[in-house]
Each structure stands twice: as structure tokens, then as C-alpha cells.
């Protein structure tokens, strides 16, 4: 009896260290590494990728016709998270690295910097460039060299609820941030649950802001990585949003893609929202009731009259260094995010940044029902090519992301939210934390 | 065990050294072997699934994995800067709080819901037994995601009776999400502790109540003499699983997130989220292995101490 009580007891403490280990990679393993496998051969090939995009799978098909010595096998390996933890492990183990993978742009340095992607210049890939738009291939270039292929895209834009702002007495989009601070008090005055938008400490919105207003705050050359929140555009993003929460016009109490969210989506409660392209593939599921009510307008300029975007969002797909038909892996990459499968997916709801795409008649002129009959892809096409270049990612803001909800939670949950507060924390714990995994931050 | 040795008065302790020759000591080592064989498939998944992680774990800990530079030989350098951490220090002073609280209050209801089934007073017993224990079987995470709803202040149930009782109290604000995580958790372990207490009470002779019924004991005392004394040893043991349970909390913190702003559950919320994020978003797998081990000591020594503490009061009494 006591021996078995102490068994479960050692046993319940260990489990989690065991669930640790099992996951922190094993024994070395035979090796990824058989060699560029080929592609052009006879050989068969077959290969692995990785992907959360499900219309990468809809090319598979077009690609096996025209190359039938190779097998594309899609898995979807959950959450971005999951699937670049899965990833270092597997590059970690040795074994079981997949030959394609899919990054959100901010990933991609984390993978490049140590090496362990391969550098897609040896596959000629700088031909391709015209292809996309400028930021975009900006986000997949580091160090000056090419990692990934950009697949999917977001740049911001405004989604407003028209029907909530005629309420409001609002009969057309704001199209400066003075217009939407007016516009947000008049969509107050309407009382109860209305707002102009959300944040609960939403780190991608407030930098997407701070991108628009012309703020660089990171400045990442080699190893270095320089974080400032003072510089000009910086202070003026924060500034002004600092001004919409001090004055209560904001709603702080609902988190994006929560419950609560999609019923005050649903209700035209929230009446704009900030964000990403890609919103347009997802809105009419979370709030099929405001059918026809969302239109969607570039993001409201700093000065009248600007055409400035920034991103929010957006994934690419690289090969990882230890893959085993690099090769193969590419010509499927070139395929479906460059060539004859592009169409495909862009058929099946991806919103890409290919200009080729962005630029044609069918893209543009096609009305969307949800939207009121609106030509969206105009719009999020002009989105995606005013979007400010210059734009970097330090190495590891997968991490830094992370923590930013533990250093402005408290502000938001007080309601006395100090922005440039909550911006200097957490610089100095990025610094620390890049500083211990050997870059040089300051 | 020496002791015990020299006062040895059995057969083969006397005999004499001719008959240690004899045949009856190798029977003796070959059943020690036999006895070593029946052990050996436990001792070696035992050691599969245990001792060898706890090994690679500990030895793990003893590296820093770098973004720039790799993994280097750090020695002891992790468990330096852990016991330095406040941010892992505040989540194991967050599990203590929780345990002090959350389990004293669980173990009341268990005991007396226990004693409510074996009273024999309560019609469908049977029908209770398996309706209280049921939560036991739901998936955490599941449990998280309904109470989720239930105490959500914009739509949920909890709403609804904010706006009837004309109250603002938010159950998942940074003061009060412990204690909402504490419901959680109570819902769902009471029946599995009510079960521990009930099969103790189901175990006492019936003599004992045949003879207080003789006493004339009434119900209140039957309880105080015989009942409470009988729950006394699954009282131990109810403690330390509750301790380990909460000392290893993760899913509520880890799922409540997504589900309402700005709840106060931050990434170190508890060790083993601390744990957890430091691994997999952090990539320090050394640090982590250091937290884990560190912290699987510290519910070990709790554990123990409860043990031997609980054990040695029962046999005071």
C-alpha cells in the first residue's frame, strides 16, 4: 500500500518532466540529410510539408499531374506555434524534418539567423521578385538574402461597420486618424456597448499603427539588434492611441477572437476593426447577422490625402536547411506561390502579394457579397502596395510577442494603460532576453 | 535489520555450519531471483519511462541553449538564476496561496458529501455517487472552456446575474481569477475525493455502528467517533494528491487567455505554464528542465511532509 502510494505520488510529480523531455527532442536518429534529393529525375520523391494554409493542399493536385515522380504530402501541424516548436524539435532530433514549411514573416529570421533554413538563392529565386509586392519580399529577405517564398498576405486595412456609423451620423469612412478620434466620439455618444474598436493589448495592431506612422523601432543588422520607441513615428502612433484609451473610447474589455468578440461583431457594437486582409476570409463566419453592413477602406491616413499602409500579418514557406529534397521542395514552392497554382488559390480564398495577382481584372473587379457588393480586392490590393518599406523584426519577437501580454495586461486590467510605459518594459526585457541568446541588443 | 539478525531464532539462524552446505540457503537465493524476475518488466518501464527522463531532464538543465552560439555547458548556472527568478518565485507563491485555500475548502465538501452517502438518509445514492464523481471525467480543458461561459461578465450566466442583482463583480479580473480558477478546480476533484472518502467509510465494520446503536449514540456522535477517525489515513492521502494537483496547474491558466482579457494570467502564471512557455517560446529547454526538477523537489518535500506529519498523528491516536 505505501509503496504503490509512493509510485503514484513519484509518478504524478514526474509527469510533466517527462512530457518536457519527450518533447525537447531525443537521440540522434538517422539524420535528415540524405542529400538534395532530385527532383527532375526518375526517382520518385516525396514530399513532406507543412503548412496551416489549407489552400496549399488544392495545388497539390495540378503539381503531382504535371510531376508525377513526386508524392506532396500536406500536414497541418496546428497553430503557427506548435508548428515551429514541432519543427525545432525535429531539426533538434535530426530526424523527421519536413522539406517545406510554412512561417509567419516574423518567424522567418528566427530560423534563418542560425542556419537552420536554406538560403533560396541558390534556386535562383531573385527572378521572382517582381512578382511580389516590395514589403513583402522585404519580410522573407534577411542579411540580404532570400529564405522564403511569401504565400499569404496582410496588409492592414479598416474594416468598418457602414450601418453603425450612419447611426452614429457618420456617412462616410474616416479617412485620417483626426477624422477617426471624431468619429469614434460621436459612435461613444450612441451609448451602451459602442465603440470604435477594441484593445486589450494587442501588440500586432499597435505596431502595424506605429509601421503606418513611419516608426522603424527595430533596427536589426547581423547580430545586432537596435529597439527605440522614441523615434518620430513611434511617438506619434502612441501618442494618438494613448489619447482614444485615455478618453475611454475604446473598448478594453474585449479581446480579439474571443466569444465576446464575435457577438459584438455580430451586433455592430464594435464598429471598426484594424486589421489584416485576411479578416475578409474569416468576418462572415464570426458575424454572419452584419451581412452587408462591413465595407472595407484603406487604413485612415496621418495627413490628408497620404496613401501609407502597413502590415499586419502574412506568411511565407521556406525550406529548412536539413530537409532531403530541397529540389522537389522548391519547384512545389514555385509552384503553388509563384506559378500555375497561384490561381488555384487565390480561387480558394488565399489573399496572396503577388502583383500579378493583386494587379489583374478578375481580382479587382469582383464584387463580394458579404460586403456589400464592394469591390474589396481593389482596395486590399492598394492596401498591400502602399504598405511602408523599411520595416524589421528583431530575430526573436516569437518570444517577444509573447511576453508583451504579461507586461500590459496589468495596465489595460487597472484602466490606467501607459503605452510608452508598457513599450520601454518590455524593450528591456527584449534586450535582456537577446542579450542571453547571444545577440547584441540595446 | 542487524538487530533483528542477532536475535535470530529461526531454524536456519541456529543451525549448525554442516548444515549450511545443505541445499536450504540457495533455495532461499533462488527465490530472491524469482522474486527479482516478477519486478523486472515494472522495474524496467519504471525506469524507461522515469528514471531515464528525470537523468536526461537533469542533465539537460546543466545547458543553455543560445539562438547565437548554440548550446553551451553552463554547470549549475540555471538553477542559480531560477532560484533569482521573481517571476518563478511569484507563480510557486501563487500555487502555495491556492493550495492553503482551494484544497482545505474541496476536502470539506468531499468529506461531507462522503458522510452525506454512507448517512444511508439519501435516496439514489447510487445516482449521486456517479453524478458528483462525473466532473471528475471531464476533459480540463473542456471544464475551462464551460465555466469560461458560465462566469463570463458580457454574455455569460455570470452577466445575467450581475444585471439582476445590480452588481459589477467580474469573476476572471486579475483579483479574482484565482479564485474562479479555485471553482474550477473544486468542481471538478470533489467527487474524485468524495469517492477516496466514501470507499474508507464503506470499509468500517458494521459492528462499530451496531455497538454505538447499543451505546445509545446518536448520529452526531457515531460521526465524531467513529467516521472522522475511520477518514483519518484517506484524509493523507486525499491531501497529498490535491497538493501534487495544484501544485501542477496548467490548463485553466493556459486556456483562460483566449477566452477573456486580461484575466491577470500571465506566461509564468504558474511554475509549470513558466515551464512550459520558457521551453517552447523561450527555447530554453536547460531552463526549463532547471524549473521542473527544482520545482518536482519542492512537491516532493510538501508531499512528504504532509505524509509523514499525517501518518505519524494517526498513529498518535
Not at chain 1, 450612441?190 to 474598436?197: E, F, P, S, T
Not at chain 2, 536450504?24 to 530472491?32: D, Q, V
Not at chain 2, 482551494?102 to 476536502?107: A, S, T
Request: net charge neutral; charged share 15%; glycine share 10%.
Amino acid at each position: 500500500m505505501r509503496l504503490s502510494q509512493k509510485a503514484r505520488l513519484l509518478s504524478a510529480v514526474l509527469v510533466p518532466m517527462v512530457a518536457l523531455v519527450a518533447c525537447s527532442g531525443g537521440s540522434g536518429g538517422s539524420g535528415g540529410g540524405k542529400a538534395a534529393g532530385s527532383g527532375g529525375g526518375d526517382e520518385q520523391v516525396k514530399l513532406t510539408v507543412w503548412s496551416w494554409d489549407g489552400t496549399v493542399e488544392k495545388a497539390v493536385p495540378g503539381f503531382q499531374a504535371a510531376n508525377p515522380n513526386i508524392k506532396v504530402e500536406v500536414v497541418n501541424g496546428g497553430s503557427s506555434q506548435d508548428e515551429y516548436k514541432a519543427l525545432d524539435n525535429a531539426i533538434q532530433a535530426g530526424s523527421g524534418v519536413p522539406d517545406l514549411v510554412m512561417f509567419e514573416y516574423f518567424a522567418v529570421p528566427y530560423f534563418a539567423i542560425p542556419g537552420k533554413l536554406a538560403d533560396l538563392g541558390e534556386f535562383g529565386v531573385e527572378k521572382f521578385k517582381n512578382d511580389y509586392v516590395p514589403a513583402a519580399w522585404a519580410d522573407v529577405t534577411v542579411n540580404g538574402k532570400v529564405y522564403a517564398l511569401p504565400s499569404d498576405y496582410g496588409p492592414s486595412a479598416m474594416f468598418y461597420n457602414s450601418a453603425t456609423l450612419k447611426k452614429a451620423g457618420i456617412d462616410k469612412a474616416p479617412a485620417t486618424w483626426d477624422e477617426y478620434y471624431e468619429a469614434a466620439k460621436k459612435i461613444r455618444a450612441l451609448g451602451g456597448d459602442h465603440y470604435i474598436a477594441q484593445d486589450t493589448g494587442d501588440i500586432f495592431f499597435l505596431l502595424s499603427l506605429i509601421w503606418q506612422a513611419g516608426g522603424r523601432p527595430f533596427t536589426v543588422n547581423g547580430n545586432k539588434v537596435h529597439i527605440d520607441f522614441t523615434d518620430e513615428g513611434t511617438t506619434r502612433a502612441v501618442a494618438f492611441w494613448q489619447k482614444m484609451l485615455d478618453e475611454g473610447l475604446i473598448n478594453t474589455k474585449i479581446t480579439g477572437w474571443s466569444d465576446d468578440w464575435n457577438r459584438t461583431l455580430n451586433d455592430g457594437s464594435l464598429a471598426t476593426q484594424t486589421m489584416g486582409g485576411w479578416l475578409t476570409s474569416t468576418l462572415p463566419e464570426r458575424a454572419p447577422k452584419a451581412a452587408g453592413d462591413f465595407r472595407v477602406a484603406l487604413m485612415p491616413q496621418w495627413k490628408q490625402g497620404d496613401k501609407v499602409g502597413a502590415e499586419n500579418g502574412g506568411s511565407s514557406f521556406g525550406i529548412p536547411a536539413a530537409a532531403g529534397h530541397k529540389d522537389a521542395a522548391f519547384k512545389f514552392l514555385e509552384y503553388f506561390a509563384h506559378g500555375g497554382g497561384l490561381s488555384t488559390r487565390v480561387d480558394a480564398g488565399a489573399f496572396v502579394p503577388n502583383t500579378s495577382v493583386l494587379e489583374s481584372e478578375a481580382f479587382q473587379g469582383k464584387a463580394n457579397k458579404y460586403f456589400g457588393d464592394q469591390k474589396v480586392g481593389a482596395v486590399l490590393a492598394e492596401a498591400s502596395e502602399t504598405v511602408g518599406s523599411g520595416w524589421q523584426y528583431p530575430p526573436f519577437f516569437e518570444w517577444a510577442r509573447s511576453i508583451y501580454g504579461d507586461i500590459a495586461s496589468p495596465f489595460y486590467t487597472t484602466g490606467k494603460v501607459k503605452l510608452a510605459e508598457i513599450l520601454e518594459q518590455w524593450k528591456q526585457r527584449c534586450i535582456q532576453y537577446g542579450n542571453e541568446q547571444g545577440f547584441q541588443v540595446d | 535489520m542487524d538487530l533483528a539478525r542477532r536475535f535470530d531464532v529461526t531454524p536456519s539462524a541456529m543451525a549448525s555450519p554442516d548444515e549450511e552446505r545443505h541445499p536450504a540457503p540457495a533455495g532461499r537465493r533462488r527465490r530472491s531471483q524469482i522474486g527479482l524476475a516478477f519486478i523486472a518488466p515494472f522495474g524496467a518501464l519504471f525506469a524507461l519511462v522515469f528514471i531515464v527522463p528525470i537523468l536526461y531532464a537533469a542533465y539537460l538543465s546543466l545547458f543553455q541553449e543560445r539562438l547565437i552560439g548554440g548550446t553551451t555547458f553552463v554547470g549549475f548556472a540555471n538553477y542559480g538564476k531560477l532560484f533569482q527568478d521573481p517571476q518563478f518565485w511569484d507563480g510557486v507563491g501563487r500555487v502555495i496561496r491556492f493550495t492553503l485555500v482551494q484544497v482545505p475548502i474541496m476536502l470539506l465538501f468531499s468529506m461531507a458529501l462522503a458522510l452525506a452517502l454512507d448517512s444511508m438518509r439519501v435516496h439514489g445514492t447510487k445516482f449521486m455517487r456517479a453524478t458528483i464523481f462525473l466532473p471528475y471525467a471531464v476533459p480540463a480543458i473542456v471544464s475551462t472552456l464551460m465555466w469560461g461561459f458560465l462566469l463570463g461578465v458580457k454574455y455569460g450566466l455570470f452577466g445575467s446575474l450581475n444585471d439582476a442583482l445590480g452588481t459589477d463583480i467580474d469573476p476572471f479580473a486579475p483579483g479574482t481569477t484565482l479564485i474562479s480558477i479555485g471553482l474550477m478546480v473544486t468542481w471538478a476533484f470533489t467527487g474524485f475525493n468524495m469517492l477516496i472518502f466514501y470507499a474508507a467509510l464503506k470499509a468500517v465494520p458494521r459492528e462499530l455502528y451496531e455497538a454505538a446503536a447499543i451505546d445509545g449514540a446518536n448520529e452526531f456522535q457515531v460521526v465524531r467517533a467513529i467516521k472522522l477517525p475511520a477518514l483519518r489515513g484517506s484524509l493523507v492521502v486525499t491531501i497529498i494528491f490535491s497538493i501534487i494537483g495544484t501544485f501542477q496547474m496548467f490548463n485553466e491558466p493556459q486556456i483562460l487567455p483566449t477566452m477573456v482579457a486580461n484575466s491577470g494570467v500571465t506566461t509564468f502564471y504558474t511554475p509549470n505554464l513558466y515551464a512550459y512557455n520558457l521551453a517552447f517560446t523561450g527555447s530554453q529547454q536547460g531552463y526549463a528542465a532547471a524549473l521542473a526538477l527544482v520545482m518536482a523537489a519542492i512537491t516532493i518535500a510538501v508531499a512528504y511532509a504532509v505524509q509523514i506529519r499525517g501518518l505519524r498523528n494517526a498513529s498518535d491516536q
